[in-house]
């Protein structure tokens, strides 16, 4: 079944996706998890929802309250259409799995789904000549988070993100190189596209161009976050029109733990 979607990235890890297949969900079992996904169950039971963003941190921090400054962009690029990010910090794709197995998508029927995830399971640790089973072992976590979300919406167009370059360890770019490569032929162009923005966040070596990303060099800066919404909003403005004037999604959740972030 050619499927996979793709759109999430991350911070640590919370389980060690090392010990576990990358397709086999796994829950997340601290409270704040728990939480966490309560209200985004609650968040999709609320309906209103045409694109629904799946993924880690890097996803989540777009639309969450307590990043502000970055919520403000996400409202300026997405309002009128309808979108509401499931992201969730940490989060590798056995935890994606674990949401999505869990109520996080049952009846939402979004147009459009978009992913970005995997970078969690890359991680900054490679050890040398793990290159390859890595790549296989995310590639495969990615298809499987595809295929639930075509069950689970079988009318949305899934948008497959590449995952982004991260420079903490310059080894990584490789194995994130291998898993896009492959997730690039999963794309059929129209039920499942496939999009990178990598050329315009780092050179061809992958090293990260000014200003792109936070100083952890995995997190995206405003500016990395505005080069993705670039990209989406012309596949949005193609699949759904040009945006509304009103906004129908669900009001935006954040890290129950957290402190709104300036």
């Known amino acids: 079944m050619r499927s996979a979607i793709l759109l999430f990235a991350a911070g640590c890890l919370f389980a060690q996706p090392q010990l576990v297949p990358a397709d086999r969900p796994v829950s997340r079992t601290d409270q704040n998890s728990l939480t966490a996904h309560a209200q985004l169950l609650d968040k999709a039971k609320a309906g209103g929802i045409d694109i629904y963003f799946e993924g880690d941190s ?20 997405f309002f009128g259409w309808n979108a509401a990010d499931f ?97 690039a032929q999963l794309a059929d162009g129209k039920k499942i596209r496939y999009l990178s923005v990598n050329d315009k966040l780092a050179d061809p070596e992958g090293k990260l161009l000014e200003g792109m990303m936070n100083p952890d060099r995995l997190h995206p800066a405003l500016k990395g976050y505005q080069v993705w919404a670039d990209a989406l909003k012309s596949i949005f403005t193609e699949l759904l029109g040009p945006p509304a004037k009103e906004d129908h999604a669900p009001p935006p959740t954040g890290d129950p733990s957290a402190r709104p972030r300036l």
Request: hydrophobic residues 45%; proline residues 5%; charged residues 20%.
């Open 58 to 77: 890097i996803t989540r921090r777009w639309g969450a309250t307590d990043y502000p400054e970055l919520l403000a962009n996400w409202k300026q690029n």
């Open 87 to 183: 992201g969730w910090g940490a989060d590798a794709t056995q935890n994606i799995l674990w949401r999505l197995n869990n109520g996080e998508l049952d009846g939402v029927n979004p147009k459009v789904i978009v992913l970005l995830a995997g970078t969690n399971n890359v991680g900054s640790r490679i050890a040398p000549g793990s290159e390859a089973a890595k790549i296989a072992d995310v590639s495969r976590g990615l298809e499987a988070i595809g295929r639930v979300m075509q069950a689970k919406a079988p009318n949305a167009t899934i948008i497959v993100t590449g995952i982004f370059p991260r420079n903490d360890n310059m080894a990584a770019i490789p194995v994130i190189n291998g898993v896009n490569r492959n997730l």
